[in-house]
């Protein structure tokens, strides 16, 4: 039990994927126009991670070990998240066309996020069990979401500042984003026992 | 070996995810209606953008929904509209042909540059050092942002000020969306008078900047007999609902800074300014 809270501890706060690791700054800076859309694209983000996740340890430890093919996870973990992306496209397409006209490209973006290749990665890279991947995968996604959306909030109070002329726009959405990753960083100390 | 066993593993995922993705595409195809595929066809297929929506099957599906006009198409005109009108089953409606006109008359001989602009040339890019080259802030940088933008060859830059052909114009809005000054606006196709100038300083300061500016003196809103032209925040604009095509406020422009595409034969005034050659009144 201990195992699985510091994992999700550490998916969320202390090695969160956008502020820690870096992965998945495209949909970051893309997508958090809207703390709503920022939502959105967080909840396929984490839909996606978990069942990638899932689906990934699966493949990788009852295939491709088993056939000596670990050689080839990267092609094969790509290939699952590329059918899990279009699954969830479709998905939305029909429940949820709004959201789906929303995240726009953004979407079939998710396929080449390194967000997701990086949470099976590291899945496998530290051992993990299923139940710890499935954690880790979703936890993950879960800090990805918290700090899309916290920047989406952001950078909807930027609209309203007036930085120097210079700073308009991307400039100072990428300081902010600095300045957010170095409050993550903070996290870091926290020990867990 | 262990090539074989990839190969086959590999098959058996790829084969296996298709039959996934081909059963779940039955499942969840959306229901489309059949008049959404055939408004596509009647629309030009530019996907502009220039009607507001993402592209033109974006269009057909809001017109089939009733979030749009059947002439909601600025590209197609009045043809596309009625097509489309016919198979929405409606009366067609009337629409308005528009242009895209360069709100601005600042050539190279008019308007007053503030230093010398070596940069990328674009107009997005000189815009953002300190507002472009131009001295005017709401003049024509000249760099072609918008004739990038184009999709259908109607804008040329001459003696530094973007021109519109109005004849290849389709007023889908690439250029205006694209132009960093703004000063690009849509007027009527049938419009024979604009002003030229979108110079929002005061008199004075547009004097200095710009021999072609307008200063707002008011002498247009004035000789106006149907009330049409107005200053607003020093510069006039006119009102097409009720424009007449009179041309008193060309007349009585001391800046010459009313434009005419009538005149300019009739009267034969030459001014080496915008769009003039490519007019054929």
Not at chain 1, 159 to 171: D, L, T
Not at chain 1, 178 to 190: E, K, P, R, S, T
Not at chain 2, 42 to 62: Q, W
Not at chain 2, 111 to 123: F, H, M, V
Request: hydrophobic share 45%; glycine share 10%.
């Amino acid at each position: 039990m201990g195992e699985i809270f510091m994992i999700m501890i550490a998916a969320v706060l202390t090695e969160n994927f956008v502020f820690s690791k870096f992965l998945g700054i495209c949909p970051f800076l893309g997508v958090s126009d809207k703390p709503s859309t920022a939502f959105g694209m967080g909840m396929a983000v984490t839909f996606v991670m978990t069942l990638s996740s899932v689906v990934t340890w699966i493949v990788y430890n009852f295939i491709l070990v088993q056939y000596n093919l670990e050689y080839l996870r990267t092609i094969a973990f790509i290939l699952i998240i590329a059918a899990l992306v279009q699954f969830i496209e479709m998905f939305m397409k029909k429940y949820v066309p709004a959201l789906y006209q929303a995240l726009g490209i953004y979407l079939p973006l998710i396929t080449t996020n390194c967000a997701v290749l990086g949470a099976a990665i590291i899945n496998i890279d530290n051992g993990y069990s299923l139940i710890n991947a499935i954690i880790y995968g979703a936890f993950s996604a879960i800090g990805f979401t918290l700090a899309i959306v916290i920047f989406a909030g952001v950078r909807e109070r930027i609209n309203f500042a007036s930085p120097p002329a210079i700073f308009k726009g991307v400039p100072i959405s990428l300081v902010a984003a600095g300045l957010l990753a170095m409050a993550f960083a903070g996290f870091q100390g926290i020990e867990i026992v | 070996m262990n090539v074989v066993w990839a190969i086959i593993w590999f098959s058996v995922l790829g084969l296996g995810f298709g039959l996934i993705l081909a059963y779940a595409g039955k499942i969840f195809a959306a229901e489309q209606d059949e008049r959404i595929e055939m408004i596509a066809d009647i629309l030009p297929s530019a996907n502009c953008g220039g009607c507001g929506y993402a592209g033109c099957t974006a269009l057909a599906e809001a017109i089939v929904s009733g979030d749009a006009q059947t002439n909601a198409c600025p590209v197609g005109g009045t043809e596309t509209g009625t097509k489309i009108a016919e198979v929405m089953g409606e009366q067609a409606l009337d629409s308005i042909r528009y242009r895209a006109q360069v709100m601005c008359s600042g050539t190279n001989d008019f308007a007053r540059e503030k230093y010398e602009y070596d940069g990328i040339p674009d107009c997005i890019s000189a815009n953002r050092l300190a507002g472009g080259s131009k001295a005017c802030p709401n003049g024509c940088l000249g760099l072609g942002t918008c004739v990038k933008n184009c999709k259908f060859n109607a804008i040329k830059i001459i003696n530094g000020v973007a021109a519109v052909d109005y004849e290849q114009c389709t007023a889908c809005g690439a250029c205006v969306a694209a132009c960093p000054k703004m000063i690009i606006k849509f007027i009527p196709f049938e419009a024979t008078h604009w002003v030229g100038c979108m110079s929002v300083d005061k008199g004075a300061v547009t004097r200095k900047n710009c021999t072609v500016g307008c200063i707002a003196c008011r002498l247009c809103e004035k000789k106006c007999p149907v009330g049409a032209i107005k200053i607003t925040d020093f510069v006039a604009t006119i009102d097409y609902e009720k424009c007449t095509s009179c041309g008193d406020c060309e007349k009585s422009c001391p800046r010459r800074v009313i434009w005419s595409n009538v005149s300019q034969k009739s009267e034969g005034i030459v001014r080496d300014k915008q769009s003039v050659g490519d007019i054929d009144v």
